[in-house]
């Protein structure tokens, strides 16, 4: 029987054109369940309830925080979009694949699933551990797609200390949960639309 070894381990760089609608939505899902899975054992290790952060509150001042945040930052990066070159603000065609020819039921379910995962996880998680910064410092470097450009990685890592700011000052998940979902969505569905107009 052969040996295994992590040296013959070979990653290489994926281009997205050769990503098949199958594959990049199977990616989506394991990464998005991985996501949930360890921010639930994350919290559990906290000694933390997740259904407790998960309560919905009885107030719904986390909806204006959640929509004030989501309006700030679409609103910067209609800006940046229009500034920046198109090349620094690459992705690598990801989200074009992601959302390009998707039916806006399934953007939803996307949007939605995306929003509760990764706040979970970074948010109700992480940041409990670490603070906003550090947090936000991982949140950027997961967004791997963004590393090659410093200004989409920069707006990521501030994106991401916002949607801390907004748990800390409502002490609900849900504002940055709605918030992450509201910019996920919007984002598809101009992806979706425009690429169909």
Sequence with gaps: MKKFKFGDIKIKKADPQHLTDKLLLLNLYITQGLTLFIGLIWILLQKRNPFDILIFPGSAKFVLWGLGLAGIMLIVDFLLTHIVPEESMDDGGINDLLFGRRPLWHIIIIAAMVAVCE??????AIQHAFGPYWTSILFAVI????LRHFIPTGWVFLSSYGLGYIYIHTGTLWAPILCHFLIDLFSGLVIRYRRES
Aim: aromatic share 20%.
């Design 119 to 124: 706040e979970l996880l970074f948010r109700g």
């Design 143 to 146: 967004h791997v797609r963004y």
